[in-house]
Nanobody, 118 residues
Framework: QAQLVESGGGLVQAGGSLRLSCAASGRTSSNYRMGWFRQAPGKEREFVASVRWSPNLRYYGDSVKGRFTISGDNAKNTVYLQMNSLKPEDTAVYYC???????????WGQGTQVTVSS
């Protein structure tokens, strides 16, 4: 089982940028997929972005398209989320997730808080 540790969260003003990192260790596979989700208080967990290593494919939630960019380094087992043009509605706990089979998100990090002020 992989262990995921997020970092890079914090407080930022609307319109600013933030970069999140997720470092993975432990069990991996050739179909290892990593992604980002977020959950605001009182709301359901929401898909943000994901990247699949081979082939290299990226997906984004509709609410972040054009503003967020996911990238990663499979050799380093690290994934990043570059967040630009942040809005107060982006405020949430951001979770890193991993899928070792390509079929389901099975491993989750503890989350990192992102707060966007107006």
């Amino acid at each position: 089982q992989a262990q995921l540790v997020e970092s890079g969260g914090g407080l930022v003003q609307a319109g600013g940028s933030l970069r999140l990192s997720c470092a993975a260790s432990g069990r991996t596979s050739s179909n290892y997929r990593m992604g980002w989700f977020r959950q605001a208080p009182g709301k359901e967990r929401e898909f943000v972005a994901s990247v699949r290593w081979s082939p290299n494919l990226r997906y984004y939630g509709d609410s972040v398209k054009g503003r967020f960019t996911i990238s990663g380094d499979n050799a380093k087992n690290t994934v990043y989320l570059q967040m630009n043009s942040l809005k107060p509605e982006d405020t949430a706990v951001y979770y890193c997730a991993a899928d070792i089979s390509g079929s389901s998100w099975s491993t989750w990090g503890q989350g990192t808080q992102v707060t966007v002020s107006s």
